[in-house]
């Protein structure tokens, strides 16, 4: 196995492949704290165009009453919540991901509503294609990015392996992988072809 792919062997047949938990979490924080920025600004703008004494008006319909600056200290509190509930949620989605390859299939493992785990079995037959996509800015600082395999004669034509590091060099190793069993499945239906001949001769 060549050293720049990062899968680490369970057993002697088994090679496990996992997204990167890091890069994922680093991604999504990112994005969190651009969203936080932009809510920001938006919030400053709101505030000098229209002013959030409009805010004051439900509050008071309820008989509650509440500053300025008690009012922006919950909606900063709530849009932090908020942002924390996402990369929470986000890592958990990922925690359990992983890809194992055998020698005749590959056995992806994800979460499903967050707490569960769901298998689905995709045999080497059935996968037509294998390319990478390492496009983005991210990806290019991270070297890091997604594996795709096109697949036939199953429920998802598409799967999609993200947040890959070294995704070209990992697209490859799995294509030597495809390739290796698709040799030997030749090499068995060569065989019994030939001792299907002999038999055939008595």
């Known amino acids: 196995m060549q050293d720049y792919v990062e899968f680490t062997p369970r057993k002697a047949e088994v090679k496990v492949l996992k997204p990167n938990i890091k890069k994922v979490f680093l991604k999504n924080l990112i994005g969190v704290v651009s969203f936080l920025l932009l809510a920001s600004v938006i919030l400053v703008i709101f505030n000098s165009l ?10 008071e319909v309820f008989g509650i009453a509440i500053s300025q600056s ?39 493992y994800e979460n499903n509503l967050l707490v569960f785990v769901n298998s689905a079995e995709i045999p080497y037959k059935n996968i037509v294609k294998i390319s990478y996509d390492n496009s983005g800015v991210f990806n290019k600082i991270f070297n890091s990015g997604a594996v795709i395999l096109d697949t036939s004669g199953i429920k998802s034509n598409t799967i999609k392996l993200n947040f890959i590091d070294n995704a070209e060099q990992t697209a490859q190793y799995i294509h030597s992988l495809i390739s290796e069993f698709a040799s030997i499945q030749q090499a068995v239906f060569t065989e019994n072809y030939k001792i299907g001949k002999i038999v055939d001769k008595f």
């Open 70 to 108: 008690a009012l922006l200290g919950y909606m900063i509190l709530i849009i932090l919540a908020i942002s924390a509930l996402l990369l929470g949620l986000s890592y958990l989605a990922n925690a359990n991901l992983r890809y194992e390859f055998y020698q005749d299939k590959l056995i992806l």
């Open 50 to 59: 229209v002013g959030l004494d409009i805010f004051f008006v439900i509050f």
